[in-house]
């Protein structure tokens, strides 16, 4: 007696769309999907507290193991400054001509460090942090803001420092310091930006994270911080392009605002045309390029 064996008919893979349908019919959604823009800036708002407790922790926590604590906060600053009032003022003599040269120096000095702290710690937010990322859901960019926010938190500190080096060099208080807020606001929405960019670049290439010093050294030397960007472009000693250039490059917009607030001396003649324009237009840049340029990598974090 013969058996004939039937091969049982191939049965039809479900297709990707059908899958699909069936996920949408029973309320299912793909694991860490990217919001919406408007879903994800609720998303980032809900967690607004979550965002300034995490900048404050990690204010606190940032000299906890040194024995002056949080002095430091406001000895690193000025340690540069007597540095920089060394090497530049002093031995290469960019003081000369300058009224007001060590607040000139120190205000500089505050303002660039805001800047490019919030920078590095940006470039690590992601890079830094995978085991908080791939455990725990939340907007990413929580991440990037906070750490801006913390460095603006440690900017507050210094500008304590920073009042009492005005009125020990006789730099009156005028109504002009409450400049100082607007111009604040501008530059965390620059700094929170451009720290999204390279959270994003970071993410992607930690390598980035040890180049970055070089560049932000190299971009520190050509914003003013240490000489007056003013007192070349009275010389004309540089091209008339490469002049532009450095008066409207956004860290010596915001250092020369913030000396305009603060130094009786520094007056409206030595600020770049329409410099207010140029720092909203930046911070605008920046801040909201910077968002959607990290919004749309948002599900590819932690990954890999």
């Given at each position: 007696?013969s058996?004939?064996?039937?091969?049982?008919?191939?049965t039809?893979?479900?297709a990707?769309?059908?899958?699909?349908?069936l996920?949408?019919?029973?309320?299912l959604s793909?694991?860490g999907a990217?919001?919406?823009?408007?879903?994800?800036?609720?998303?980032?708002?809900?967690?607004?507290?979550?965002i300034?407790?995490?900048?404050?922790?990690?204010?606190?926590a940032?000299y906890?193991?040194?024995?002056l604590?949080?002095?430091?906060?406001?000895?690193?600053?000025?340690?540069?400054?007597?540095?920089?009032?060394?090497?530049?003022?002093?031995l290469?003599?960019?003081?000369?001509?300058?009224?007001?040269y060590?607040?000139?120096?120190?205000?500089?000095?505050?303002?660039w460090?805001?800047?490019?702290?919030?920078?590095?710690?940006?470039?690590?937010?992601?890079?830094?942090?995978?085991?908080?990322?791939?455990?725990?859901?939340?907007p990413?960019?929580?991440?990037?803001?906070?750490?801006a926010?913390?460095?603006?938190?440690q900017?507050?500190?210094?500008m304590?420092?920073l009042?009492?080096?005005?009125?020990?060099?006789?730099v009156?208080?005028?109504?002009s310091?409450?400049?100082?807020?607007p111009?604040?606001?501008?530059q965390f929405t620059f700094?929170?930006?451009?720290?999204?960019?390279?959270?994003r670049?970071?993410?992607?290439?930690?390598?980035?994270?040890?180049?970055?010093?070089?560049v932000?050294?190299?971009?520190?030397y050509?914003?003013?911080?240490?000489?007056?960007?003013?007192k070349i472009?009275?010389?004309?000693?540089?091209?008339?392009l490469?002049?532009?250039l450095l008066?409207?490059?956004?860290?010596?917009?915001?250092?020369?605002?913030?000396?305009?607030?603060?130094i009786?001396?520094?007056?409206?003649?030595?600020?770049?045309p329409?410099?207010?324009?140029?720092?909203?237009?930046?911070?605008l840049?920046?801040?909201?390029?910077?968002?959607?340029y990290?919004?749309?990598?948002e599900?590819?974090?932690?990954?890999?």
């Open positions: 007696m058996q004939v064996l039937h091969t049982p008919p191939p039809r893979a479900p990707d769309d059908d899958l699909a349908a996920a949408a019919r029973h309320g793909v694991s990217r919001p919406s823009l408007p879903q994800y800036v609720r998303q980032l708002w809900a967690r607004r507290h979550f300034s407790a995490f900048a404050t922790a990690k204010l606190t940032q906890s193991q040194a024995k604590g949080q002095v430091w906060q406001v000895m690193t600053p000025l340690l540069n400054a007597a540095v920089y009032y060394f090497i530049f003022g002093v290469l003599g960019t003081k000369q001509n300058v009224p007001d060590v607040p000139f120096l120190v205000t500089g000095i505050f303002v460090t805001f800047t490019q702290s919030s920078i590095m710690a940006g470039t690590r937010a992601i890079s830094g942090n995978l085991g908080l990322v791939r455990a725990l859901h939340f990413r960019a929580a991440l990037p803001i906070s750490f926010l913390q460095q603006l938190q900017l507050l500190f210094s304590c420092a009042a009492v080096i005005l009125l020990c060099f006789g009156p208080v005028a109504a310091w409450l400049l100082a807020v111009a604040l606001v501008l700094n929170a930006g451009v720290s999204m960019i390279m959270a670049l970071g993410a992607k290439t930690p390598d980035i994270a040890q180049l970055m010093p070089f932000l050294r190299t971009w520190m050509v914003s003013g911080v240490m000489w007056s960007i003013d472009a009275e010389h004309d000693v540089l091209p008339h490469v002049t532009v008066q409207i490059n956004p860290a010596a917009v915001y250092i020369d605002l913030m000396r305009f607030a603060l009786d001396s520094f007056q409206a003649d030595q600020l770049p329409h410099v207010w324009a140029a720092a909203v237009g930046w911070a840049l920046a801040g909201v390029g910077g968002f959607i990290f919004w749309k990598a599900e590819t974090y932690g990954r890999g």
